[in-house]
């Protein structure tokens, strides 16, 4: 890989944004992903190269999330590096001039209101080649329904933050089940199991984001 991608991917890896960024601190008034993104568009990189990149960089970040050397604050600080450079790269994406692995769309269901984890999976997901529909959170079934409608093929992904709002999480995989039985399901969230995944008939559990890639990339294969 170029080193103008190399320089990507670790600003991916290690949450370097942009220049301005003052984390991490090794890296203080150096370009982030953000210049770096764009330079290389504008030096003539592929746009599916660039994502190649930054896909290296997230999956840096995904093993060490997984082994437990990094924790969810630099998760954070690397998405919304990934999030900056990928800014760059949608009109690409929306030209049809660089192709998507497929759709995801991902949303914490009816009267949950937390994000964190969902944002978190969001950005990992969209980093890895797909297009991520964000339908935020406190989402219905029937707004579930609509995106599936608009999206033939789509995989959807849903979270649930609390005890509480997990037979919402239920609810909504049978109303899509009823509409249309054979789509792709994926739950999580801090009380979701991969046992309560089996009970509500949904297709995926995984605790982090790393285990939702690699599950999309084999239905993508």
């Given at each position: 890989m170029e080193e103008i991608l190399n320089n990507l991917a670790r600003c991916i890896e290690f949450g370097k944004t942009d220049k301005a960024s003052a984390w991490p601190p090794d890296m203080k008034e150096q370009d982030g992903a953000d210049e770096i993104a764009l330079r290389a568009l504008e030096e003539g990189h592929p746009p599916d190269r660039i994502l190649e990149?930054?896909?290296?960089?997230?999956e840096a970040v995904g093993r060490k999330f997984s082994e437990n050397k990094i924790f969810v604050?630099?998760?954070?600080m690397s998405?919304?590096?990934m999030k900056a450079a990928m800014a760059h790269l949608k009109p690409a994406f929306e030209s049809g001039t660089a192709r998507r692995k497929g759709t995801f769309v991902i949303g914490t269901v009816q009267g949950d209101l937390h994000d964190i984890g969902k944002n978190i999976v969001a950005m990992y997901i969209e980093g890895n080649g797909y297009e991520v529909v964000d339908l935020g959170v406190d989402v219905k079934p029937e707004q579930?329904?609509?995106?599936?409608?608009?999206r033939p093929g789509c995989v959807v992904g849903m979270s649930a933050l609390l005890t509480t709002t997990m037979?919402?999480?239920k609810r909504?995989?049978?109303?899509?089940?009823?509409?249309?039985?054979?789509?792709?399901?994926?739950?999580g969230g801090a009380p979701v199991t991969e046992k309560f995944c089996r009970d509500i008939n949904a297709d995926f559990y995984s605790p982090g984001p790393?285990?939702?890639?690699?599950?999309?990339?084999?239905?993508?294969?």
């Open positions: 990149a930054l896909i290296t960089g997230m604050p630099q998760m954070l998405a919304k590096a579930f329904l609509a995106e599936i409608g608009k037979i919402n999480m909504t995989v049978e109303v899509i089940r009823d509409a249309y039985p054979d789509q792709v399901i994926c739950v790393q285990g939702a890639v690699t599950f999309l990339n084999k239905l993508a294969s």
